[in-house]
């Protein structure tokens, strides 16, 4: 008896559901180069001191593995809301694996068929994959010419759209402007919809005490969601979570899978959240190479979006992917994205930002757009 060729059946032989037909999986190129500037990491690992006691806060909880995990992560609700302020509980506090999968809760509680999810474009690339996989209608509106919005624009829109879901990503991904706290209070103010504010960049900026959260005691509907992958290095942890009121946080309870954070995930994040300072302790650096880039990127007669993220976006290039080919071509890796002709850089450590202008400077005075004394010495 034989099984058969059933292993070599394509895709396209799959009862696909027909709006996934011809989708291609989200990420950013994945590659082994000297310089990873893509993704916006921290590139600064975790000290020893805080690498031996992850090591072991694991070790100590594998005396439990059988066991299931906390499923409502308590303790580390409890570690989050600590760090917030802000007067935050853990009821105020749910958390996931990574802000993607906070992102596929509130969706799914608060989308779903015949729904609307509205956003601001150029924006982060996976909202409308939330949207498709929540079955969630999405819409969008053109961010003004800067890239920055304002109630006027927003309110707009949502008479146009009438969304269920608004978002808002501040620091916005890719072109790392911000959306001033007032304006996101007029917002809340005007509309009856869930406004999701996105601050996953937030650490980054230069006053991180200036948040959406300082909102939450007067808008119920308003939800303000962050993750522990970009500042706190904790990207390979898988930790996002958000701030709400406490009805927010049970309507993600009642759409997520049972025991959906692991006990390994839960031990990670809550030795990082006792260690914040140290954790957190390189970002002025980061904040310092992004505001440093920009700088020296328009010394080169380049457009630079103002950023208070830990990237920015540069251009305009006529070929942006021939330029983001011969920067991999020199062991530097960054990403092609946001508006055509536009590049996107993360700020790496100061080593590798000067091999991110070495590079650049080749390339450009190879193409002729800058002189010599123009390069990385500038």
């Given at each position: 008896?034989?099984?058969?060729?059933?292993?070599?059946?394509?895709?396209?032989?799959?009862?696909?559901?027909?709006?996934?037909?011809?989708?291609?999986?989200?990420?950013?190129?994945?590659?082994?180069?000297?310089?990873m500037l893509n993704v916006n990491e921290n590139p600064f690992p975790p000290s020893a001191k805080v690498r031996a006691q992850m090591g072991e806060a694991v070790r100590e909880l594998t005396k439990t593995i059988?066991?299931?995990?906390?499923?409502?992560?308590?303790g580390l609700r409890r570690d989050l809301a600590s760090y917030l302020?802000?007067?935050?509980?853990?009821?105020?506090?749910?958390?996931?694996?990574?802000?993607?999968?906070?992102?596929?809760?509130?969706?799914?509680?608060?989308?779903?068929?015949?729904?609307?999810?509205?956003?601001?474009?150029?924006?982060?690339s996976m909202y409308p994959e939330y949207a498709r996989n929540t079955h969630t209608n999405y819409v969008t509106v053109p961010r003004?010419?800067?890239?920055?919005?304002?109630?006027?624009?927003?309110?707009?829109?949502?008479?146009?759209?009438?969304?269920?879901?608004?978002?808002?990503?501040?620091?916005?991904?890719?072109?790392?402007?911000?959306?001033p706290v007032s304006v996101i209070g007029e917002i809340c103010a005007a509309t009856d919809a869930i406004v999701i504010v996105d601050e996953a960049y937030q650490e980054f900026t230069e006053v991180p005490e200036d948040s959406a959260l300082?909102?939450?005691?007067?808008?119920?509907?308003?939800?303000?969601?962050?993750?522990m992958s970009k500042a706190f290095a904790l990207a390979g942890g898988r930790v996002g979570y958000?701030?709400?009121?406490?009805?927010?946080?049970?309507?993600?309870?009642?759409?997520?899978?049972?025991?959906?954070?692991?006990?390994q995930t839960q031990a990670l994040a809550r030795v990082?959240?006792?260690?914040?300072?140290?954790?957190?302790?390189?970002?002025?650096?980061?904040?310092?190479?992004?505001q440093k880039s920009q700088q020296w990127l328009r010394r080169l007669g380049l457009q630079v979006v103002p950023s208070q993220a830990n990237f920015c976006l540069f251009g305009r290039f006529a070929d942006r992917h021939a330029v983001w080919q011969q920067l991999l071509d020199r062991g530097v890796?960054?990403?092609?994205?946001?508006?055509?002709?536009?590049?996107r850089v993360s700020a790496g450590t100061p080593e590798e930002m000067a091999a991110f202008r070495t590079a650049l400077s080749e390339i450009l005075h190879h193409q002729k757009m800058i002189s010599p004394d123009e390069e990385t010495t500038k």
């Open positions: 008896m034989t099984l058969g060729n059933g292993n070599q059946i394509r895709l396209a032989d799959l009862p696909l559901r027909p709006e996934l037909v011809g989708e291609e999986p989200y990420g950013a190129p994945q590659l082994d180069v000297p310089v059988n066991r299931y995990p906390d499923r409502e992560a308590l302020g802000f007067g935050l509980t853990s009821d105020n506090i749910w958390v996931a694996n990574g802000s993607n999968e906070v992102m596929t809760h509130l969706l799914q509680a608060f989308g779903g068929p015949g729904r609307t999810l509205l956003a601001f474009t150029p924006t982060y003004r010419h800067d890239f920055t919005l304002d109630a006027e624009l927003v309110l707009g829109a949502i008479r146009e759209h009438r969304p269920d879901i608004v978002m808002i990503c501040t620091p916005n991904n890719p072109t790392g402007t911000q959306t300082a909102l939450l005691p007067r808008f119920g509907k308003l939800v303000v969601s962050r993750t958000l701030a709400a009121a406490p009805a927010v946080v049970d309507a993600c309870r009642i759409v997520r899978l049972p025991y959906h954070l692991s006990a990082a959240l006792a260690n914040t300072a140290e954790m957190l302790g390189q970002v002025d650096v980061l904040r310092d190479e992004c890796l960054i990403r092609e994205t946001g508006p055509d002709g536009f590049l």
